[in-house]
C-alpha cells in the first residue's frame, strides 16, 4: 500500500504499527525519526526501521509519515511536517488527545493531507523495546473530523487500521477527549494513586509486597507507565480528567462513608452497580 | 495424604483447592457442604466434590475440614465444625480477614486442631464454575499464629500450600489484616468506585464503552467481583481498609491539585514515584 512510512517518534505505538504494517506487507521501506541515537539504534537493531534520516529528509522521502510522540511536542512536531508535504503524501497521528492538535492545524493549508487517528491501544512498557507486532488487533480506532481530510487519504488509512485488526469509529475531537478520560486517563490517574498509596505504607518498614496478589497486580499495573507521555496528556485533556477525577472521589467517598456508617446495605449496592460493569467488559 | 476432604463452600476458593488437591494425589474423597443446592449439583457435576452431606455427617468422615466461605458466616460455621472435631483431625479456613476469626477461637478447646491461613490467591469470578485447577501456584499463603496449632496440622496444611506451589509466610492476624487492606482491600474498592465513575457517565446516553482498551478492563476488571464476599470482608476489616481508602482520596487530591495548579513538575513527580512500583511488581 505504501512505498515508504516514516515513524516519527520510535516508540511502542510507532515501532508495534511499522511491525504490524512490514507484517501485513502493506509497506516497503520504513524511514525512523528520533532525537535520541539509542532509541534509533535499538529501533534499527530491532527491525522496527530500515534506516533513519532527519525529518525533512524523512518526510520528503515517504508516503505516509505517522507521528507518534508525547502529545505536548506533537503540534510543532506536526506543523513543520504538515510545512514539508505535497499533496500527495499523507500524515496521521496516534495522540491520546485531539482536541489541541485538530485546532492547531485547522487553519494549515494542507490540512486534507492530515487524518487524526486514535487506536486505542497500549501497554504500560514504553520505548522500542516495548513495540510488538501483535497489537492493535481487536481495539477500537477513534478518526476524527473525517470529513476535514482528503477521501484518498482517509480510505488509505482506515483500510491499514483494518487490516490490524481495529474498530473504526468517528468522533468530533472534544467527544473524544471526553470518553478518552473515561475509559483511558482516569484508569492511569487510579493507578498511579493506587501505587503511592501503597507505597507509602510501604515506608513503614514492611514487607508487604510479597502478598501482593493478580488483583493487586492488575489494578496497578498501569503505575508503571511513562510519565513523560502521560503528563502532557493530563495537562492537554485537563478539565475532562479533572471533572472525572472528581466524580471518581465522590465515587470512592460513598464507599468511605458506608463503612463509617456501617451501612452493609448501601455498601451491597454501590458494589452491585459496579457489578454492572459486566455488561460492558467480558 | 488426606482420605477425605470436606470443603465448606464450594465455590471459587474451595472448589479450586479440591481440583488442585485431586491432581496432585494428595485426597482421595472429597465431601461438599453447601446450602445451595445449585452449588452441589454444579460442584458434582464439575468433579469438584465426590458427595455432598449434611455439614455434621461430613466433619465425622473428614480428616481435613476446609472453610472457604464468606467471612460474616465463617465464624459462627466455624465454631460448629470446631465442636465436632476430635484430636486427629484438621481444620482449615481460607478468609481474607484473620483478626476476627482468630480471637472468635481464642479460647476454643479444639483451637489447636485450627490453622488459619489466607491463601492470597483468587479471580473476579465466584461459584463452582469459577473454579480452576491451576491456583495457587507462585502466589503467597499467610499462615497465622501458627503457634497456636498443633505441629502435625501446622505441618500437614503447610505441606499441601506448599505442594501447591506457593509461598508460605507467618504473621499475627492483625498485621495480616492491615497488609490485606493494602495489597488486596483497596484495590477492589478503586476497581468497584472506578467502575460507578465510568457507569455514571454512561447514563447520559454515551456508548463510551467501545473506546475502552486493555488499561481499562485492567484496572476495572475486580468490580466484577461478588458483593457477597467482598462486603463482609471491608467490614470485618473497617478500620484498616478506611485507613488505606482515606490516604488514597489524599493521593488522588495530589494528582487532582497538580491539574488545578498545572504544576507540571509536581505531576511529574507523582508519577515518578508510582514508577517505583516496578520493583514490586515484575
Known amino acids: ?30 524511514i525512523g ?10 529501533a534499527l537493531e530491532l527491525g522496527l526501521i530500515d534506516e533513519s534520516l532527519p525529518i525533512e529528509d524523512a518526510v520528503k522521502k515517504s508516503d505516509l509519515i505517522y ?18 508535504v505535497n499533496e500527495k503524501q499523507i500524515v496521521a497521528d496516534a495522540g491520546s488527545t485531539k482536541q489541541v492538535l485538530c485546532e492547531a492545524l485547522a487553519n494549515h493549508p494542507m490540512r486534507r493531507r492530515f487524518v487524526a487517528t486514535h ?13 510488538v507486532k501483535e497489537s492493535f488487533a481487536g481495539r477500537t480506532c477513534v478518526i476524527c473530523e473525517r470529513e476535514k481530510s482528503d477521501p484518498d487519504a482517509v480510505q488509505k488509512i482506515e483500510e491499514v487500521y483494518r487490516q490490524l485488526g481495529m474498530n473504526l469509529v468517528n468522533m468530533d ?22 501505587a503511592n498509596t501503597v507505597l507509602e505504607k510501604e515506608k513503614e518498614g514492611d514487607a508487604i509486597f510479597e502478598l501482593a496478589g493478580g488483583g493487586f497486580e492488575s489494578t496497578v499495573r498501569l503505575a508503571k507507565s511513562s510519565p513523560a507521555m502521560w503528563a502532557p496528556i493530563f495537562m492537554q485533556n485537563k478539565e475532562n480528567v479533572l471533572d472525572v477525577l472528581n466524580e471518581h472521589i465522590s465515587q470512592l ?12 446495605e448501601y455498601l451491597v449496592e454501590l458494589m452491585e452497580n459496579a457489578n454492572k460493569i459486566r455488561r460492558i467488559i467480558k
Chains 1, 2 share one sequence.
Do not use: C
Request: avoid cysteine.
Open 1 to 30: 500500500m505504501f512505498d515508504t512510512l516514516t515513524i516519527v517518534g520510535v516508540g511502542l505505538i510507532s515501532g508495534s504499527f511499522s511491525l504490524a504494517l512490514k507484517d501485513k506487507g502493506l509497506v516497503k521501506h520504513v
Open 33 to 42: 525519526v528520533s532525537r535520541t541515537q539509542a532509541s534509533i539504534d535499538k
Open 67 to 84: 507521528i507518534a510522540i508525547p502529545v505536548d511536542v506533537t503540534v510543532p512536531i506536526m506543523r513543520k511536517v504538515m510545512d514539508l
Open 119 to 131: 487506536p486505542m491501544w497500549g501497554t504500560e512498557y514504553s520505548g522500542p523495546e516495548a513495540a
Open 173 to 194: 475531537p472534544v467527544s473524544h477527549d471526553v470518553h478518552a478520560a473515561y475509559v483511558s486517563h482516569i484508569s492511569h490517574i487510579t493507578s498511579f494513586a493506587l
Open 253 to 264: 467517598r460513598k464507599f468511605k462513608s458506608s463503612l463509617e456508617k456501617e451501612n452493609y
